[in-house]
């Protein structure tokens, strides 16, 4: 079992790289902090990190236990929250998993609808993949979700389908395609286009739905993230691919962007524990989603 001290420095070594640095970020000593990572290494059975160019890298083993090192803070301190909440009278906190994508789209919206009418509730966001995000339901670690997923995977949790995702093509205001009313998949395709990673569930629809209509599947370049495809398209290194809900953000950036298709295998989803009641707040913010998903997506 680790302890507070303990996950915090685990933390500030990955943050960090060395035990210097690390050490003085928790207000720790050198000495006690290498001593510390020592004993840990030596009641888990496995090292953490090995020495590399005078500086400490994680090994396999310590990359596997950091998400849960990241987690287990996260609730550390989300309790210390709550309990400061309640000290100071305000005794109800919304705890919400996101998606990147959601979290620069289309969440803040929700969010300040959903202050109008709950303006003293102190939320909390958690960042993840779809899959972390569900994980973090069916754990009680959130109140709702918001994730772009496929609706077989939601088996586990509660949902709500918000909105079907569209593929996008994004591009400079000054790319010749930009006058062009309509663009095709196919066109698109063609001229080698950014796309997300297959490990994305839109990634994976773009692939399908490329493979799908016979064409071939030679990305210029794959990223992790709708805003580093958007990113990318704005550097003027090609036409990007992403779901609607980077489109948005792109033209946000001053892109434009062109509907190719609508992906029905695809969808907006909030998600929340199976056998929790929603607190009013929290059923306000699953309207305000669904509002702001109809009359953006």
């Known amino acids: 079992m680790l302890n507070r001290k303990e996950l915090s420095l685990l933390r500030a070594m990955y943050r960090h790289g060395t035990v210097t640095a690390a050490a003085s970020s928790i207000n720790m000593t050198q000495p006690a902090a290498s001593a510390l990572l020592r004993d840990m290494e030596s009641r888990l059975g496995f090292a953490l990190f090995s020495r590399m ?13 950091m998400p849960e090192v990241f ?3 996260a609730g550390i301190e989300a309790v210390d929250k709550l309990a400061g909440d309640i000290r100071q009278g305000a005794t109800t906190r919304l705890v919400i998993g996101a998606v990147a994508i959601t979290a620069s789209s289309l969440l803040p919206a929700g969010l300040a609808c959903m202050r109008q009418k709950h303006p003293d509730v102190a939320v909390t966001l958690r960042a993840g993949t779809a899959l972390e995000i569900i994980e973090m339901a069916v754990d009680h670690r959130i109140d709702m979700g918001i994730i772009v997923s496929a609706e077989e995977c939601q088996k586990r949790v509660a949902s709500s389908k918000l ?3 569209s593929l996008c093509a994004v591009m400079r205001d000054d790319h010749p395609w930009a006058r ?5 998949l196919e066109m698109v395709v063609n001229s080698r ?6 490990a994305l569930p839109a990634g994976r629809a773009t692939k399908e739905e490329i493979e799908m209509r016979g064409l071939p ?3 210029l370049i794959e990223v992790a993230q709708s805003s580093a495809a958007c990113a990318l398209a704005a550097e003027g290194l090609g ?4 779901e609607s809900l980077g489109a948005r953000y792109a033209e946000r950036q001053g892109l434009v962007s062109r509907q190719l298709l609508t992906l029905n295998s695809l969808s907006l989803m909030m998600v929340w524990p199976q056998d929790r009641v929603m607190s009013a707040a929290a059923e306000s913010l699953l309207l305000c989603m669904t509002t702001e998903a109809k009359n953006r997506l």
Request: charged fraction near 15%.
């Open 53 to 65: 160019n005078r500086r400490l890298r994680l090994t396999s083993q310590g990359h596997a236990l």
């Open 71 to 73: 987690n287990a803070l």
């Open 163 to 165: 909105a079907p995702l």
């Open 180 to 184: 062009r009313p309509a663009l095709s």
């Open 193 to 198: 286009p950014i796309v997300l990673g297959t």
């Open 217 to 219: 599947y030679r990305p």
């Open 239 to 242: 036409v990007a691919i992403v």
